[in-house]
């Protein structure tokens, strides 16, 4: 069984460049999520998905980034314009329920911004 | 707000020493507790999941218990080897959020 997939799995862009990351989540995981990690941080939670429906999104920079899960499968994640501060890795995550699922991680998309 | 704490953040053990982590957090009232593992530069990797009603889960030489009441969490990993060099983090659900702890960084001496 495929795994969750994210790219690209790297990107380097100049600041106020747009970047965009895509995931592609386990078949049949209802619930997705896209996480911010930091270099020796744990993941912080940018946005949850459940189906197509963003149920959580309190923690998104919303003046720019935005997200979309279009048909309840796949999702891209953007932002528009970067700085500086946005460096760091973005993990897609997707479980088959938020209580009880396992979560199940991509190898991430680490971004740099220059 | 639910705060994940895993103490100490670094660890170097002799291979063959069990390795036992820690994981405390603060709200009692969450769904599951599950132990990942992080190598450098990669994405996370799920180790155990312990739902709410549990005490314990065991996965070949991985054993981690929850103390619900108390907050706790503790990860073992009998006889380390050098393979077991990783961050391990631990993260809660709880109130329909997922809070992680910043990880113990593990380094098993050949």
């Known amino acids: 069984e495929a795994g969750v997939v994210q790219s690209p799995r790297y990107k380097i862009i100049e600041k106020k460049q747009p970047v965009a990351f895509w995931c592609n989540p386990i078949?049949?995981?209802?619930?997705l999520y896209w996480y911010l990690q930091n270099l020796g941080q744990g993941p912080e939670l940018l946005i949850r998905?459940?189906?197509?429906?963003?149920?959580?999104d309190s923690q998104l920079p919303k003046d720019r980034f935005s997200a979309e899960r279009l048909k309840g499968v796949d999702s891209t994640l953007k932002i528009q314009p970067a700085e500086l501060g946005d460096s760091a890795v973005y993990l897609c995550?997707?479980?088959?329920?938020?209580?009880?699922?396992?979560?199940?991680f991509g190898e991430g998309s680490r971004l740099t911004v220059l | 707000k639910q705060e994940v704490t895993q103490i100490p953040a670094a660890l170097s053990v002799p291979e063959g020493e069990n390795l036992v982590l820690n994981c405390s957090f603060t709200?009692?009232?969450?769904?599951?507790l599950q132990w990942f593992r992080q190598d450098p530069g990669k994405g996370l990797t799920s180790l155990l999941l312990?739902?709410?009603?549990?005490r314990e889960q065991t996965s070949g030489r991985l054993n981690a218990s929850l103390d619900k009441s108390s907050g706790r969490s503790t990860l073992y990993i009998a006889a380390s080897q050098p393979g077991d060099s990783a961050t391990y983090l631990c993260a809660v659900t709880g109130d329909y959020k997922l809070s992680f702890g910043a990880g113990t960084t593990v380094t098993v001496r050949a």
């Open positions: 709200d009692s009232a969450i769904y599951n």
């Open positions: 998905y459940e189906n197509e429906e963003a149920v959580d």
């Open positions: 078949s049949g995981h209802n619930t």
């Open positions: 312990i739902q709410s009603s549990q």
């Open positions: 995550a997707s479980s088959l329920g938020t209580h009880t699922g396992e979560l199940f």
